[in-house]
């Protein structure tokens, strides 16, 4: 070849993939869509929308300057910053899911704190290829009615937390032979109902139940419900009223002297810690759907979240907003993970999506392992603690955590029949 | 004996804040020939107006009763305010158009009242729960009931009987019945319409915050609570007779009872029987049980 030729095709070279590392720069510069789906209006938005985005956005803000505590120190999702687009869960959630996804252009979802909504998403999500993670949402339905590949949930079932919750029960308060329940008139509702008073029959079969109550989901007069409970006494209520719902039930039982008499066991109370302390008696059973909010456990990284937060939003964080940062921060550390492993410092969707697949990582309520149904469902620690009014502040005492393999079925057992099966190979030193 | 107890008095009290609502949207029907679907935004005003208007009050720890009386005035202020504007400044321009037309342009402002509601509220929820113990509360036999909410069969009761003598016993109620039966025949007598339409809307609308706000102290109030309501609203006025205060009287009673009952014996029909209740009329009296008698016009 001539020098001549050489030099043209040497320049053609350096030419071409110059302009292929500015395309790659520009591609990782690029923002990564992110929608943020929850309930921003409408009775659930105080309680579970807001603070969730609020814990988000705490997070993001953090990701995209590159200031979160260890392990993360890279800024961004795979370098790229986040570009946040809220949706509101309030309004039709699929046709909105849609939206996001095909007119927005949102490259990935984190959302959904209704079961109904992540009942009706999954399947689109599934159509449409694109990466889902549940941030709140408890029906184990999700994966237990067929897997999923581009579905994700960074928090443990419904199912989880009754078992926990009864669990808790027999632990802490052994004098309780009868039961009664209230609980909202959907799946959420009727399954959390299902799974706490079976498992609670498991453990102890001399359980008998009082009352079984379902009011309409956001029906938020409960003054014959208050009777009917009050008229036949169990020892110990449960119920897994959440937002709006929950607020009014505790308002409404307060004068009543409902959870003074007979013992409350409120799985979602940790919303209401803050608000209605006041009407809350002590010695109710409160629960935070995990590990998260004031039953977080003490680290370093839990620190940094409570201190940010507050000085962002003059609060303290509730437990919705540990789930949703959480969330987010499932995508973070598959992204630095997926970076790690094909050395590319700019992985795409799909690597990402790879690398979720059984991620454990951190989180400022512990670490989150995505170890049931195929590395796609999260296994957490969960607590739960019995409230006390100190010096007029909401405290939780006896609180017990619950580790993953005792409380969630193991790999491949659909979660009811662990609980009839009486939970074999349950670990629970 | 102490479950039929139960019943009455929860029936009761439920079917009192049913009637408040109820009563403001049927007087509304009656005379202006509107169904009001932006009467469910009139609750959800009261009862923001209450909860952060009230809520500082308690908060910045005045006299507590004080407070039970600046509840009323706020909610019935707010409530024909707001409902002087909304006959003032939109209905009044569309007055001769089809009930069809009227039913739309109300839910177009129930809409727009929702978002105003958020623009000026937010989103996060308010609460104002110290009038709700206020009072105390009464033992029967082992039950326990609020005070509050037995103070509510009270207002509902005075509601009722104030209705009914300003329709029946005053100048302007009986101008209003001849309005309520026959429009036309009533502005050829030389009834003012225009400036009775002004009264009677205000008055249903301050009906509608007046309930939002009497059981904000019970709730948590948060945006949508107006679109909850309405529903069960319509209900009770199609039990009772669209436009008939009788009527929305007796179908909260009807409703409230049936649905405390429900709860009480049979939890699993709880949200059966309120419809089932108006169904079962229908059936045998399609234009519910004291519906307004309708002349045939040649």
């Given at each position: ?33 992110l929608g943020l789906i929850s ?9 579970v929308?807001?603070p969730s985005r609020n814990g988000a956005d705490l997070i993001i803000?953090?990701i ?13 999702i795979?370098?790229?910053?986040i570009?946040t ?23 990935a979802v984190v959302g959904y704190a209704?079961?109904?909504?992540c ?12 990466l889902t993670l549940f941030y709140y949402c408890g ?12 579905v994700f949930r960074t928090m443990n ?132 759907r995990g590990?998260g ?26 437990f919705p907003a540990y789930y949703m940062a959480q969330s987010v921060l499932a995508l973070k550390a598959a992204a ?16 990402i999506?790879?690398?979720l697949?059984?991620i454990?990582y951190d989180t400022p309520a512990?670490?989150v392992?995505l ?5 796609h469902q999260a296994?957490t ?49 | ?298």
């Amino acid at each position: 070849m001539h020098t001549k030729t050489r030099l043209r095709t040497l320049s053609a070279l350096i030419l071409a993939s110059g302009m292929m590392a500015m395309a790659q720069g520009a591609q990782a510069q690029d923002p990564l869509k992110l929608g943020l789906i929850s309930f921003y209006s409408g009775p659930v938005s105080g309680p579970v929308g807001i603070p969730s985005r609020n814990g988000a956005d705490l997070i993001i803000e953090a990701i995209n300057n590159g200031t979160l505590p260890a392990p993360y120190t890279a800024a961004g999702i795979g370098g790229r910053q986040i570009e946040t687009v809220y949706v509101d869960e309030a309004v039709d959630p699929v046709a909105e899911y849609r939206n996001a996804v095909l007119r927005q252009g949102v490259d990935a979802v984190v959302g959904y704190a209704s079961s109904g909504s992540c009942l009706a998403v999954a399947p689109v999500a599934e159509e449409l290829k694109t990466l889902t993670l549940f941030y709140y949402c408890g029906t184990v339905r999700t994966f237990e009615e067929g897997p999923k590949e581009y579905v994700f949930r960074t928090m443990n079932t419904q199912d989880v937390e009754n078992i926990a919750a009864a669990r808790y029960v027999l632990a802490t308060r052994d004098d309780v032979n009868t039961i009664s329940g209230i609980n909202q008139n959907y799946g959420w509702g009727q399954e959390s109902w299902r799974d706490f008073s079976k498992s609670l029959q498991q453990l102890k079969p001399e359980v008998e139940i009082k009352s079984e109550l379902f009011p309409k989901f956001l029906a938020g007069q409960y003054g014959a419900e208050v009777t009917a409970l009050s008229r036949n006494k169990a020892d110990l209520i449960h119920s897994s009223f959440w937002g709006g719902d929950l607020d009014a039930l505790i308002l409404q039982a307060a004068p009543r002297g409902l959870f003074k008499s007979q013992t409350g066991l409120l799985t979602t109370g940790g919303t209401a810690l803050n608000t209605l302390a006041k009407q809350i008696p002590d010695g109710t059973i409160i629960g935070v759907r995990g590990n998260g909010g004031i039953l977080a456990p003490d680290s370093d990284f839990n620190d940094w979240f409570r201190a940010e937060y507050e000085k962002k939003y003059g609060e303290q964080p509730t437990f919705p907003a540990y789930y949703m940062a959480q969330s987010v921060l499932a995508l973070k550390a598959a992204a630095d993970k997926a970076a790690a492993e094909s050395g590319s410092s700019a992985p795409d969707m799909e690597q990402i999506r790879a690398a979720l697949k059984g991620i454990e990582y951190d989180t400022p309520a512990g670490k989150v392992s995505l170890n049931r149904h195929n590395g796609h469902q999260a296994a957490t620690e969960l607590a739960y603690g019995t409230f006390k009014l100190v010096d007029g502040k909401p405290t939780l005492e006896n609180v017990i955590r619950y580790q993953p393999n005792c409380v969630i079925a193991p790999e491949g057992a659909k979660s009811l029949d662990w609980i009839e099966a009486g939970f074999p190979g349950a670990q629970c030193d | 004996m102490m479950t039929f107890l139960a019943i009455v008095i929860d029936g009761f009290i439920y079917a009192s804040w049913l009637f408040i609502i109820a009563a403001g949207l049927s007087l509304i029907y009656g005379v202006m020939r509107i169904l009001n679907m932006a009467h469910g935004s009139f609750y959800a005003i009261g009862a923001y107006t209450v909860a952060s208007l009230a809520g500082w009050y308690w908060s910045a720890g005045l006299p507590p009763y004080g407070g039970i009386v600046l509840m009323f005035v706020i909610a019935l202020a707010v409530g024909a305010l707001v409902g002087f504007v909304i006959e003032r400044g939109v209905l009044r321009f569309l007055m001769d158009r089809d009930q069809i037309v009227m039913v739309l342009v109300t839910f177009g402002l129930l809409l727009m009242f929702e978002d105003i509601i958020k623009l000026m509220w937010g989103v996060q929820s308010y609460y104002a729960p110290e009038p709700y113990s206020l009072f105390g509360s009464t033992d029967v036999g082992d039950l326990v009931f609020v005070n509050y909410d037995l103070a509510m069969v009270g207002v509902a009761a005075l509601v009722a009987f104030l209705l009914w003598f300003g329709l029946n016993r005053t100048r302007q109620g009986k101008l209003l019945r001849a309005v309520i039966h026959d429009r036309e025949l009533a502005i050829t007598m030389g009834i003012n319409v225009r400036r009775l339409f002004v009264i009677t809307f205000s008055v249903g609308a301050a009906l509608g915050t007046l309930a939002g706000g009497l059981v904000a102290p019970a709730i948590a109030v948060t945006p949508g609570i107006g679109i909850e309501i309405i529903v069960l609203a319509f209900a009770v006025v199609v039990t009772g007779g669209l436009g008939s205060i009788q009527g929305a009287l007796v179908g909260s009673i009807l409703i409230g009872l049936a649905r405390a009952a429900a709860v009480n014996l049979y939890p699993e029909l709880e949200l059966f029987v309120i419809y089932g209740v108006m169904a079962l009329v229908l059936i045998f009296k399609p234009r519910g049980l004291f519906a307004l008698a309708s002349t045939r016009k040649i």
